[in-house]
């Protein structure tokens, strides 16, 4: 039976981790990236992993530690992203996220 719990935890660890990861990617888009046209899409999608993730907070406080330590990895994986998709040199975009945890949870901040 702990087995079974310890793969089904890391499975969800790994579903938590690709939401951010999402999250990360159009925050980042819609942060640093001004000439890639932001899409309606993405809104809907930053909306809805902020709802998915902010729910997974608040019945797993602890999962919000886990966000906090994956956050830079995540934001790391959306700057190679952004360099590969615009042919950009990797140092083009900035090594640290231009916004907090608690502003990319926020469901009502969009960057500009």
């Not at 310890?6 to 980042?28: V, Y």
Request: hydrophobic content about 40%.
């Amino acid at each position: 039976m702990s087995v079974f719990l310890t793969l089904r935890s890391l499975h969800f660890l790994r579903n938590i981790k690709n939401q951010i990861g999402l999250l990360g990617t159009l925050l980042f888009r819609r942060a640093c990236v001004s000439f890639i046209p932001v899409r309606k899409s993405w809104k809907v999608t930053i909306r809805e992993d902020r709802r998915r993730l902010t729910r997974t907070f608040k019945d797993s406080p602890s999962f919000k530690v886990y966000f906090q330590e994956v956050w830079t990895e995540c934001y790391q994986d959306a700057r190679k992203q952004a360099s590969d998709q615009t042919s950009l040199l990797l140092d083009t975009f900035a090594v640290d996220f231009p916004l907090t945890t608690d502003e990319c949870l926020d469901k009502d901040f969009l960057p500009d």
